[in-house]
């Protein structure tokens, strides 16, 4: 692949999907889904994140939430290692900010197909300084997103391309050909090591649709979720016009009359001071109205550009 030097990150991106898309390693169809383990016991994800619950009412659920990532559950690993790698800079502070653990479980959930532990994964590397990491990880998040387009990780399209320019704004290293040949060999090798468990993780949340490892979550057959609009909300924000994509998910609890009940913070990148301006976008969303449904549940991630 020839690349100029002032070849524009989304273009990039774009080439390099490509030339993954042709490679014998992601021409092989998936082996299968090696699916979350049955959840020993269940814990409450709004809890975990809620900062008005006192630490003391939250420690069961946070030794639960381990126990279910330990078991093999994707959504855990990414909500554990969310949590380590935030620390105190998340808004419910349930977890010192550890690096080495937050990427033993954002890589758990990563290489299972979740793309926003991958975005994570890749944070944490560059926090930690690890600069090449990090890009191969953003790289390699680009790549599947646009090879297995889906309606969430297109809300955060942004976000992803500004993760990359950072990673190779991190390398600190004037962006030859023979570089990005490099990085390129770098993704290849990520792709062929775990592209298999990748895509069929991918493929398989899309039928599960569940927020959590928990077998008590909401059955998105009966109770279907679907977003029908959103209300008008005007984000206020000191940010410059011209300051990089923010991304935040949260977790959503919907009434049945298909309003926002409660939106809570669960990740966020690069920082936090993005939570408030989309948190009210968050709460403005509106869903099907479903009479006689439970407190449904969603994961909405949002970018603020």
């Given amino acids: 692949m020839t690349v100029e030097k002032d070849m524009p990150v989304k273009c990039f991106v774009a080439a390099m999907v490509f030339c993954l898309a042709t490679s014998p390693a992601l021409a092989q169809a998936p082996s299968g889904v090696d699916g979350a383990a049955q959840a020993p016991r269940c814990y409450d994800i709004a809890r975990v994140v809620d900062p008005t619950v006192p630490a003391a ?35 419910a502070k349930r977890l010192p900010q550890d690096p080495e653990q937050a990427d033993r479980w954002l890589r758990q959930a990563a290489v299972a197909g979740d793309l926003n532990a991958m975005a994570g994964l890749a944070e944490n590397a560059l926090a930690q300084g690890r600069a090449r990491e990090g890009l191969v990880l953003a790289l390699a998040r680009a790549h599947y997103a646009m090879n297995h387009p889906d309606p969430q990780h297109r809300k955060v399209l942004a976000y992803g391309a500004d993760l990359v320019r950072r990673g190779f704004e991190a390398l600190g290293e004037p962006r030859t050909e023979a570089l990005e040949a490099e990085v390129l060999a770098d993704v290849q090798a990520f792709v062929s090591e775990w592209g298999d468990g990748i895509v069929a993780g991918i493929l398989a949340s899309r039928e599960t649709k569940r927020v959590s490892g ?92």
């Avoid at 126990?67 to 808004?91: I, K, M």
């Avoid at 959503?252 to 989309?278: H, N, Q």
């Fill in 214 to 305: 928990c077998p008590g979550d909401i059955d998105d057959a009966r109770w279907p979720l679907e977003i029908r609009g959103v209300s008008s909300v005007l984000l206020r924000s000191d940010r410059a016009p011209d300051a990089a994509p923010h991304f935040a998910m949260f977790h959503l609890v919907v009434r049945p009359d298909g309003r926002v009940a409660r939106a809570l913070a669960v990740d966020f990148s690069p920082g936090p001071e993005v939570i408030r301006p989309l948190k009210r976008s968050a709460e403005g969303m509106i869903f099907n109205k479903l009479e006689g449904a439970p407190p449904r549940r969603a994961l909405l991630p949002l970018t603020m550009q």
């Fill in 57 to 91: 009412l939250v420690a069961e659920d946070i030794a639960t939430l381990r126990a279910v990532a330990e078991s093999g559950s994707r959504p855990a690993a990414y909500l554990l290692g969310t949590l380590y790698r935030l620390g105190p800079s998340h808004p």
